[in-house]
């Protein structure tokens, strides 16, 4: 189609009046509208004089796009995604062009863009979505994120953020609670994802081991490594992992926290995955010995299904993240204020903005209350398992592990006909880890489902099914085997 | 008010209908949605089955909020904050309750907390709101925040991101072509903040002189520093400052150049702030030898308006990125895809979820043109110029510098008549040094502007006044200036 088929199109998809009634809103009103936004450019949205119906109207029609989205999204009958190479996109796909310019596009063409921007993304909120440990799309979370994007501050003082600083407490006491921490004497922060959460704790760990390193650096310390090996050096921290990416295995926490507290080293928990857990009455004994760790990195946006990025990290004991990070940078920070500083958390982190997180978090809290993520993340343990019963008895499914999941992920093979009977090999081998790709290859290609494989030491290739997607039904893992199935049976 | 009496308001001004054209929607019809909010729960929403119309009804409930909020913060009227102390929001203000239950609220009670919250909260993008690098609020930036949020998606691979990811290879090639390096040959990566685009840019610093740290660690490095000093030791990086947080000044970046060229170091640009004032033909001679530096750091979340968080480390050199952060998980990033990997960027970087923060930038772009961003940063430096001269005319103010701004920040004290005439001396400042702050506590006590104020070496607490707020025009500078006068005078 072309460019000005399209725009034509949209000016009759889309008004403002359709999201709620459309019936009753006066055509004309719309077409009116409408010509206002192929004429009109941002520099006429507020804050410009006489720019608030104007931003009203467009910003309705964004949501408009949006709501449309959210609602195929959960449509099990709608593609994941309309698959395109880079160069594709690149070079410009139905008038759809990245490419940046000097001069302004009118309003109606950003919503084209906008659309355009969904219709070639991936809809990581589908039932058949399994790909990543995030996924979904919780509709609280959702609009948790809309008002923090409105709301537009940082997260760094109370000063700026009185509401976020004061939720960030909250959550953290909270969180620490769950732990089996004394709220009163524990801490965190909330940073950009795991990664960043499991840095933040390796500082804090270095930190209380040598407390010189503040003032006089790296080059002071012994050679210090996280992990003790038999060649010695100074161990410091022990990483401990509770639901790791691939396996959703966890650790022997009580086992670690016993070497650890004989040694004197810290102990952490990388429970970016298995945190959440926490939060099942039924399954939370997986993470027994967690109230033992010195810091744990929690990331709600995994298993809890908060919208990306949020993530914590938590420590036993209360002002260590202000002592390992501060800066005294008073330019930033002024102890002179009118309110209690403590509130003020710049101090506690390496970034100076910080992006509000907790809010999305705080309000998905409110609207499911504790039990609310219970009853969520319950029904994910029993779709592993009803999925992992299905793969036992099927005889071209291989389950990587033989004993029922811990947690959510559940790994296998898919044997087409021509390997199912072949013994294993490293021909056998070669050939089979050359399956998972192209059924995974092809499902993008038709758009049908999302799952992710990998080699992992010296097994080739292999799915990993995770389930930390609320709108997935047992139908939708029904058909995941079929298809895989149909995919890879002539393979 | 009590809750019970709230509750009822808000059945009388929050509907859909509101929104749009609120005479042609009947009563009754909106009657009925609330009535359904205010007995329905999160778990009745998509992706419950019949969720759809629901769903539909409570995010644009939610939007009218957010609309009614975002005309308020354009509204010179308004108040900027309504003011109070970190114990009164835990304590639970008029009924907001900050704590989190085991049981779930309903979806009216959230909307109210939605209410609240931003009620509590601070309008970063009032005209009258100067009080950081980053503020302002711009409708197409946020409505590039909804769209992202929407799409809740992670920037680790093309896969999951197909328009994310290449989105954000044009808009890295945008910045360093305006850098002025060869785009084909530069690389980059966006990232949470400032912090850890500066921490990006020293690790690949580190990597391009030590490549060995990668597989043997710190230990086998000289001791290495950033500043040389007389001490000595081993320099290898200088971190040049384009646009400084207090008073906005320009490192001379040729001279740095010829030093790092003569004693072959990494030459690091922070151009955090100062970065978005390469789109001003008349004012990026400012960054003049920008070109010349290894790797920069630019926030468009600062000078160009772009919401929270959006920040770029640029590279000269392509390839250093990947190879200075690369883990090569073959669980995370497969190598056997069915597209060209060079798009997946996970081994550029140490996070592994990322938060996409290029659509709202790209959307931007698309929306004002290089062109639009230029007139908005002309006039940051013009209203910079008539703030600067209008201070200078005024005997009960004081520059900190005499000469004309480099740039958007000003930084000055006010004098109360009582301190006026009284030379500089130990007891004057001592004096001095509690107006600025005790200012700044009324203005926020009173809601009616915001600025920064801080002390810097042998300068007592001066205000640092700074201009990056697209709805700040000179009325309001004038405002300001009565403002601090009126609330200054008897101090």
Redo the contacts between chains.
């Keep these: 189609m072309r460019r000005a088929d399209r725009k034509q199109m949209r000016k009759k998809s889309i008004h403002?009046?359709q999201?709620?009634?459309k019936d009753?809103?006066?055509e004309a009103?719309a077409e009116n509208l409408m010509t206002n936004l192929s004429n009109a450019?941002?520099?006429d949205?507020?804050?410009s004089k006489e720019?608030?119906d104007l931003?009203?109207c467009?910003?309705?029609q964004?949501?408009n796009?949006?709501?449309h989205?959210?609602?195929k999204t959960?449509d099990d009958k709608s593609k994941i995604?309309d698959?395109?190479?880079?160069?594709q996109?690149?070079e410009g796909l139905d008038g759809f062009d990245?490419?940046?310019?000097?001069?302004?596009?009118s309003?109606e063409?950003?919503l084209v863009?906008?659309t355009d921007?969904?219709k070639?993304?991936?809809k990581?909120?589908h039932?058949r979505y399994f790909?990543?440990l995030?996924s979904g799309?919780d509709?609280?979370g959702?609009?948790g994120?809309?008002?923090t994007?409105?709301?537009?501050?940082?997260m760094f003082t109370?000063?700026?953020?009185?509401?976020?600083?004061?939720?960030e407490?909250?959550?953290l006491k909270?969180m620490c609670g769950i732990i089996g921490w004394r709220e009163t004497e524990a801490d965190g922060i909330f940073s950009?994802?795991?990664?960043?959460s499991n840095?933040y704790g390796i500082l804090v760990a270095r930190y209380k081991q040598y407390p010189e390193i503040k003032a006089r650096?790296?080059?002071v310390l012994p050679?210090i490594v996280l992990f003790v090996s038999e060649q010695g050096q100074t161990p410091f921290c022990v990483v401990a992992t509770a639901g790791s990416?691939?396996f959703g295995a966890f650790d022997p926490l009580h086992d670690i926290a016993d070497i650890c507290e004989t040694h004197k080293l810290w102990m952490h928990v990388d429970a970016a995955w298995g945190g959440g857990l926490l939060l099942s009455r039924k399954h939370s004994c997986r993470l027994s010995g967690i109230e033992r760790a010195d810091s744990v990195t929690w990331?709600p946006?995994k298993l809890m299904g908060v919208?990306?990025?949020c993530?914590a990290l938590l420590t036993r004991e209360k002002g260590l993240l202000g002592a390992c990070n501060q800066m005294q940078a008073?330019?930033?920070f002024?102890p002179?204020?009118?309110?209690?500083i403590?509130?003020d958390t710049g101090d506690k982190t390496?970034?100076?903005?910080?992006?509000v997180d907790v809010?999305k978090l705080?309000?998905?809290?409110?609207?499911?209350?504790?039990?609310?993520f219970e009853v969520q993340i319950d029904r994910y343990m029993e779709l592993a398992k009803y999925f992992y019963k299905v793969l036992k008895k099927k005889d071209n499914f291989k389950l990587v592990f033989d004993a029922e999941p811990e947690f959510t992920n559940v790994c296998f093979w898919y044997f087409p006909p021509r390997l199912k009977h072949i013994p294993k090999s490293f021909e056998r081998d070669q050939e089979l880890q050359?399956i998972a790709?192209k059924i995974?290859?092809q499902m993008?290609?038709e758009g049908t489902a999302?799952l992710s494989?990998?080699?992992?030491g010296d097994k080739v290739?292999f799915f990993r099914m995770v389930f930390s997607n609320?709108?997935t039904r047992q139908t939708d893992v029904d058909y995941l085997i079929d298809e895989i199935q149909r995919l890879g049976k002539d393979l």
């Design positions: 403002p009046c999201s709620t009634d009753v809103i006066k009103h450019y941002a520099s949205l507020l804050p720019g608030k931003t009203k467009f910003l309705l964004v949501v796009i949006l709501l989205y959210i609602e959960f995604l698959f395109h190479h880079p160069h996109l690149l990245l490419e940046l310019s000097d001069h302004p596009e309003l063409q950003l863009d906008c921007t969904l070639y993304g991936v990581t909120g039932p790909n990543q995030s799309l509709v609280i959702l609009a994120e809309w008002l994007a409105t709301a537009n501050t940082n109370y000063e700026i953020a009185p509401v976020f600083t004061v939720m407490t909250v959550l909270k950009p994802g795991g990664s960043i840095l650096g790296m080059a050679c990416t691939v990331n946006h919208p990306l990025q993530s008073e330019y930033l002024q002179d204020k009118v309110y209690n403590n509130f390496i970034q100076c903005g910080r992006h809010f705080w309000l998905m809290w409110k609207a499911k209350g504790t039990y609310g050359k790709p995974k290859a993008i290609v999302m494989y990998q080699p992992c290739n609320p709108a």
